[in-house]
């Protein structure tokens, strides 16, 4: 048997259950694991500039690729509480996401010790499985579990706390015969599946709302093969954008509160069945329940068994893998279509098409200060189907979900439950890591860019080129917008006149400034003529330099975004202007019929 260091071990069950990078700062208590990393090789390192971002990072390469488990690596105390808003972010959205952190010795856990805390309490309601390990032999069985756990039933995070003495203690261990766990999800049954589909059939106007669970389970090609088949037109979730193309003939549009569009939305009230598969029933999508379920029944597909009924009772429930699931679909549809015992739904579909092609919202604006919608615009002309868009929250992100497209899962990559200002920066160097070769844009507001800024200097260190648009209004835009309810401006506004750039007037932070500081490349942009071309020159920047490029637009101060104002997706309000020639919508999906 071979021996080595509970530290080295753990490395090498890193490396064996398929992990080649992970992000990080070292410190004390966790420098026998980074001595172990050396040591071995095998697995990138990306040092990050805050912890928290480090989290995120791992959040952004796992959500990156299917099979990707990202790795964040912290000290004790501060390092471990740090990332917990990555922990929470990664289990609302069932990312799996390994943090390991450094721990004070074992003898002095409970004497207050340096940056002695108590990590596994702290975080083991936001993951799957939080442990402090005090035994050193039961180190490997501990990673080993964490593997099967993250990637069993419903992904997500797990924390390993590792005291300093416990890695520094020698064990026996042989990773040429480790081999990972099983991996157990459950599947549906054809009697299930049986039963689901002829429910489907018995509709006049039926959809599929397709979640984020279809693209953790891969599943995107199975997902429109059965729309296809049954002629079903599909609805994505924020966290399912991207599994069925936005210009697919049965796409039927996203539906909800904010991220939505008002074709989506109208389509919705008007159906009779939904099969929700791989989604959770967000209250952004439904908003009020009474109006989103009335007059339709539910089936609903989920992995997690007590998801089902937690937000409403479906009419039936299944608890099965999204991609278990749809291979049954498939294959019992194409048989009762081989037969010809299927619904012809083509006027149904047909008919949602045509209020993609009435209910459009207007983007082309020539105003300055630039006007977000021509922002997006622009993006749809420069940025191709391959594009791979990070974002987290506010005005920007939800503007940038009425009016992007997206065309394959994981293109749209975004923190959907817990929404934390800042993750967009870090998320998209995980996502850039991830897919070297791949565009990368991160969108942001002004405030979610400042949060983790300093993270850019992770970009340059390490080469890692993406594109961030930042939508600078110097508000905190979403808020200000809330707060039209309780008639206050409070608290929201971020103008200020900077002494060091006048030519600022009161947008105050200089972020072409801070970007140049950090090692990155910056362009600013103040005329909306002058958008496409300032994209196009940060995709040659970002390639030359290999380093993140920020094109930073000077909106409009004040612009009020759709959305419902009494939580009633039939009462979306349209604060701005909607399309009423071709010209007003130049890259939506369908030309605007008049």
């Known amino acids: 048997m071979a021996r080595m260091t509970a530290a080295r071990a753990a490395v090498e069950i890193l490396r064996r259950e398929g992990v080649t990078d992970a992000f990080g700062v070292p410190g004390a208590a966790i420098n026998p694991f980074y001595a172990a990393l050396k040591e071995s090789g095998g697995i990138t390192h990306t040092l990050a500039r805050h912890v928290e971002g480090a989290s995120h990072m791992a959040e952004g390469y796992t959500r990156a690729r299917p099979g990707n488990i990202g790795v ?3 000290t004790s105390g501060p390092a471990g509480t740090d990332m917990i808003t990555g922990l929470y972010s990664a289990t609302g959205d069932s990312v799996p996401i390994l943090c390991v952190t450094g721990q004070a010795p074992t003898a002095v856990l409970h004497k207050e010790d340096f940056q ?20 050193a032999a039961q180190v490997p069985g501990v990673f080993q579990q964490a593997f099967h756990l993250m990637r069993s039933g419903r992904p997500g995070p797990v924390l390993i706390d590792l005291p300093v003495d416990v890695q520094l ?13 099983p991996v157990h999800k459950p599947a549906a049954s054809r009697a299930q ?20 669970g279809v693209i953790n389970a891969d599943a995107s090609e199975l997902l429109v093969r059965f729309a296809e088949l049954t002629g079903t037109p599909v609805v994505p979730t924020l966290m399912g954008w991207g599994a069925v193309p936005d210009d697919h003939e049965l796409n039927a549009g996203m539906v909800g509160l904010q991220t939505s569009h008002r074709y989506g939305n109208a389509t919705f009230l008007e159906s009779d069945f939904v099969l ?21 029944t539910f089936v609903h597909v989920d992995v997690e068994p007590t998801q089902i009924g937690r937000i409403f009772a479906p009419d039936y429930g299944i608890a099965s893998d999204a991609r278990a699931a749809l291979e049954l679909f498939v294959e019992v549809a194409a048989k009762l279509k081989a037969r010809g015992r299927l619904p012809d739904r083509s006027a149904w579909a047909a008919a949602a098409q ?30 191709d189907p391959e594009t791979r868009y990070v974002s987290a929250i506010g005005l920007s992100q939800i503007a940038g979900a009425q009016l992007l497209h997206v065309y394959r899962p994981r293109h749209w990559i975004n923190c959907g439950q817990a929404g934390p200002l800042g993750w967009t920066v870090p998320a ?16 942001s507001g002004d405030y979610d860019f400042q949060f983790m800024i300093e993270e850019l200097a992770v970009g340059a260190q390490h080469r ?89 637009v000077i909106l409009e101060r004040v612009t009020d975004i759709a959305m419902s104002v009494t939580n009633d997706i039939g009462d979306v309000v349209e604060f701005g202007e909607l399309a009423t020639e071709p010209g007003h919508a130049p890259t939506s999906i369908r030309t605007l019929k008049t």
């Not at 598969?277 to 339709?296: C, E, S």
């Not at 039209?484 to 006048?502: C, G, H, M, T, Y």
């Open 72 to 74: 964040c690596v912290g």
């Open 116 to 135: 002695a805390v108590d990590i596994a309490a702290v975080a083991g309601p936001v993951t799957k499985m939080a442990v402090t390990v005090l035994e």
């Open 169 to 181: 203690t020698e064990i026996e261990f042989d990773p040429a015969t480790y081999a990972p766990l």
């Open 193 to 212: 599946i049986e039963k689901a589909v002829a429910m489907l059939n018995a509709a006049a106007r039926p959809l599929i709302v397709a979640g984020g």
């Open 276 to 296: 929700g598969i791989g989604n959770r029933w967000a209250n952004r999508h439904t908003g009020r329940l009474d109006v989103y379920t009335a007059g339709r």
């Open 354 to 383: 045509e209020r993609r092609a009435t209910l459009q919202r207007r983007t082309h604006f020539d105003d300055v200060p630039i006007k977000p919608q021509r922002v997006y615009e622009e993006m749809n002309k420069v940025f």
């Open 428 to 443: 998209a160097l995980g996502v850039a890591r991830a897919d070297p070769e791949a565009q990368v844009v991160a969108l």
């Open 464 to 552: 890692i080129p993406y594109i961030h648009v930042l939508l600078n209004n110097a508000y905190l835009g979403l808020i200000r917008q809330a707060q039209r309810a309780f008639d206050i401006d409070f608290q929201v506004r971020l103008e200020f006149e900077n002494v060091n750039s006048p030519e600022l007037g009161v947008y105050g932070v200089d972020h072409v400034k801070v970007a140049e500081g950090l090692g990155c490349k910056a362009i600013r942009v103040t005329e909306p003529g002058d958008l496409g071309a300032a994209l196009e020159r940060a995709r040659k920047l970002a390639a030359e330099f290999r380093v993140p490029v920020v094109v930073e």
